[in-house]
């Protein structure tokens, strides 16, 4: 344990499932048939940081529990701010307890029981060391330039900010599902430290693309799975909400970013090792591929992959419709989830995104409309993904301020 750090307990029951992302859905899109025998999935290093090693009798704790805090040291991203690391219970998609963490940033001018912002990060990756509470002492460029503008908004205003390691301590990279409970568990456990003084704190989330999927996930399944909590509001934007069409939609054919394609997969399957074995379904390029991103973040995984296809990698291609494939890609779409939020919601994305599918948006904020849900939706044009992010922040940001302040939501259903 490192310097600084406690461990603390407190109980409750728990369970969890499963998990996928956007692009993962593409190497599931050449419908590989499991074979008999399974190959064991590849799987990150292990942190040699102990604080994220999961202490004995992790099975007694339950959802959110706190297992260790410590003080972090300041980052200049986020200037006056404290910084903390809690360690927390959940449970990975075969119902086994798994240790969590969520980086806490508390700014000088919070107020005891203050607004509590979950920012769920875009992380693109298979290594455990790219993932927020660590990528962010080691200057990844992504989350600096892409998200601290909008987190330091945050800060000024004196929300207390999560960002949990979504991905899980297996860096599951396309685990959805596990993504929205992770962030739920984190919520759990920001509010259970005693040093954070978040007990009775107003809670709001927040995420886009990847972090919209996991920021979605979390919002259907908080009426059943956390219902305890007091989530004023949710901001969600550019969300795949439905895998299996956007893997139909993008085909097989060579991609700039199919890097990113073979890491969902390969996270994938270490969330479903039964269902999804891909490392029996590649052939020596495929396996020489994955070995070279299983620790890797961003970068590397797209020039890895950059050009390629799944009929390069994969020994075998065709049956989009294995079962196997469906469920798990079902039971990670929001679309298909048929959980309704009860927080209000604001949406946001292009019309014109090409790498998620519009229609699944569409469908699913119409079918939160008819069961009664409080749905903002907004459209803003723009050439690509990550552009509707910029330009959908600031009306984000403004949206869950008025739900800290007790406004009524705005709602704009058909």
Excluded at 277 to 298: H, K, S, V, W
Excluded at 307 to 314: C, H, L, N, T, Y
């Amino acid at each position: 344990m490192p310097m600084g750090s406690k461990r603390v307990s407190n109980p409750l029951p728990h369970r969890l499932r499963r998990g996928a992302t956007a692009l993962a859905a593409v190497l599931a899109l050449a419908g590989w048939v499991a074979p008999a025998a399974a190959a064991a999935p590849v799987y990150p290093a292990a942190a040699q940081d102990p604080f994220y090693t999961a202490p004995a009798g992790l099975g007694e704790r339950s959802d959110g529990d706190v297992l260790a805090v410590r003080p972090m040291p300041a980052l200049a991203a986020f200037p006056n701010t404290a910084v903390w690391q809690l360690e927390f219970r959940s449970t990975n998609s075969e119902g086994r307890p798994i240790a969590a963490v969520t980086t806490v940033l508390s700014p000088p001018n919070r107020q005891p029981n203050g607004p509590l912002l979950s920012y769920q990060h875009i992380v693109n990756a298979l290594g455990t060391r790219c993932a927020p509470s660590r990528a962010l002492y080691t200057g990844d460029p992504d989350l600096m330039i892409r998200e601290a503008p909008a987190l330091n908004v945050a800060l000024s205003r004196g929300w207390t900010v999560a960002l949990p390691d979504h991905l899980g301590p297996t860096s599951a990279y396309g685990a959805a599902r596990l993504g929205g409970q992770i962030t739920l568990d984190g919520i759990r456990a920001a509010q259970r430290a005693p040093e954070l003084g978040l007990s009775g704190s107003p809670v709001a989330m927040a995420g886009y693309s990847g972090g919209g999927m996991a920021t979605a996930f979390a919002a259907a399944l908080a009426p059943t799975y956390a219902p305890e909590l007091n989530i004023v509001g949710v901001a969600q934007g550019g969300v795949p909400m439905n895998l299996g069409k956007m893997a139909r939609a993008l085909g097989t054919a060579p991609h700039p970013v199919f890097g990113l394609a073979l890491a969902a997969a390969i996270g994938l399957e270490r969330e479903y090792p039964d269902e999804l074995p891909i490392g029996e379904q590649l052939n020596d390029r495929g396996l020489a591929m994955r070995d070279a991103i299983a620790n890797a973040c961003t970068n590397q995984i797209l020039a890895t992959g950059a050009g390629r296809s799944v009929d390069e990698v994969a020994t075998s291609t065709g049956l989009f419709d294995s079962p196997a494939v469906q469920r798990v890609l079902d039971d990670n779409s929001v679309e298909v989830y048929p959980g309704v939020p009860t927080a209000p919601i604001f949406e946001w994305h292009s019309p014109t995104d090409a790498l998620i599918p519009v229609d699944s948006i569409d469908a699913t904020v119409q079918r939160y409309c008819r069961a009664g849900a409080t749905i903002q939706s907004e459209l803003f044009p723009s050439p690509d993904h990550l552009t509707t992010a910029v330009l959908g922040a600031p009306r984000a940001l403004d949206y869950l301020d008025a739900r800290f302040r007790g406004e009524p939501a705005p709602r704009n259903c058909p």
